[in-house]
């Protein structure tokens, strides 16, 4: 992804984090690199991310609908200190149609409720 060789990075990570990529951090046997380095050093090569939301008020969905295309795996996301981020590139992976499989929405919530 960056370009180099991955022998490098781990490299640079393992003798001088600090210098080649402020902020990062080893957790367990895995590193952890803020997102800011990374855009820094790729440009414009990472995606934008969007909150849940924001997301889903730009393609013109519901949140909770959003968060079950996600939890089927039809949307791509990423977790962002706990939180849930899509990229924009996911917009390219929505389905046209309802994906197969998946049953309708309840209609309860516009409907009276028998007393």
Do not use: N
Not at 26 to 55: C, H, I, K, M, N
Not at 92 to 113: C, I, M, N, Q, T
């Amino acid at each position: 992804m960056l370009g180099v060789p991955v022998a490098w990075v781990l490299r640079a990570l393992d003798q001088a984090a600090p210098v080649f990529f402020p902020g990062a951090f080893q957790d367990g046997s895995q590193w952890q690199v803020p997102e800011r380095v990374l855009r820094g050093l790729l440009g414009p090569g990472l995606p934008q991310l969007y909150t849940v939301a924001d997301f889903a008020g730009l393609i013109g969905f519901s949140v909770p609908w959003v968060y079950e295309l996600i939890d089927l795996g039809v949307i791509e996301c990423r977790t962002v200190l706990g939180h849930k981020r899509v990229p924009s590139t996911a917009y390219w992976s929505l389905p046209a149609a309802r994906p197969a499989g998946v049953g309708a929405r309840p209609h309860f919530f516009s409907e009276d409720k028998p007393a």
